[in-house]
């Protein structure tokens, strides 16, 4: 296959992943609104604003980072991979205790400071996919990035139907970004296995 055909085909399969997860997505967030209503809402859209914001902010380029290093063919990627894959790990964990004492002092009730630090939790996979996904566009295999993002967005959707039905709480609810986005990473680690095989590890000469 030429190489405008193979960037023609990743091409699509990203767009077809990322509308798919689109739809399912706000699908899920359709059913959230009739479930809990105007109000109870608003609860929600606050955490999800706080987590996606925060999120943006402390991705701190990584993901450009990770693609630039991979798509250099004079270095190794086992190593780029395992290396950024355990940067991030520290970083990660930075984050989770910032999101718990930025949750403590926002100036919200207790379900939405415990929300917010619920939900926060989903970035911590969604990085870590970010990484995968810069693998997938170096071997023109994006199709496995779209696969996951479609069973992770399906998990988030079947998840917030079966909340629904039990009538759960709106911190329960939160649990469906942290499900679909933990099982998008898991799906990507899976695909991700065929390219490279790796410990976590980290050359600080090389960082």
């Known amino acids: 296959m030429s190489l405008h055909r193979k960037i023609a085909h990743n091409t699509a399969a990203q767009f077809i992943g990322k509308a798919t997860g689109s739809f399912l997505a706000l699908f899920a967030t359709t059913l959230l609104f009739h479930y809990l209503g105007p109000a109870e809402y608003g609860k929600f859209h606050i955490?999800?604003?706080?987590?996606?914001?925060?999120?943006?902010?402390?991705?701190m380029g990584l993901y450009l980072i990770v693609l630039n290093d991979i798509?250099?063919?004079k270095q190794d990627p086992k190593t780029i991979v395992s290396q950024h894959f355990t940067l991030r790990l520290y970083?990660?964990?930075?984050?989770?205790?910032?999101?718990?004492?930025?949750?403590?002092?926002?100036?919200?009730?207790?379900?939405i400071?415990?929300?917010?630090?619920?939900?926060?939790?989903?970035?911590?996979?969604n990085w870590y996919s970010q990484i995968f996904q810069s693998l997938f566009q170096k071997n023109f295999t994006t199709y496995y990035g779209a696969t996951a993002?479609?069973?992770?967005?399906?998990?988030?959707?079947g998840l917030t139907v079966f909340?629904?039905?039990?009538?759960?709480?709106?911190?329960m609810l939160t649990l469906t970004v942290v499900a679909g986005n933990a099982v998008q990473f898991f799906c990507s680690w899976f695909f991700a296995r065929k390219y490279v095989r790796f410990p976590c590890r980290l050359n600080r000469a090389y960082m």
């Open 47 to 59: 955490i999800l604003t706080f987590v996606q914001l925060t999120g943006i902010l402390a991705d």
């Open 71 to 73: 798509g250099d063919e």
């Open 91 to 111: 970083l990660n964990v930075a984050y989770l205790i910032f999101m718990a004492v930025l949750s403590f002092f926002v100036p919200y009730e207790a379900v």
């Open 113 to 125: 400071k415990w929300g917010i630090f619920v939900m926060s939790l989903g970035n911590f996979f």
């Open 149 to 157: 993002e479609i069973i992770g967005r399906t998990v988030l959707l």
């Open 163 to 171: 909340l629904i039905y039990i009538h759960a709480s709106l911190i």
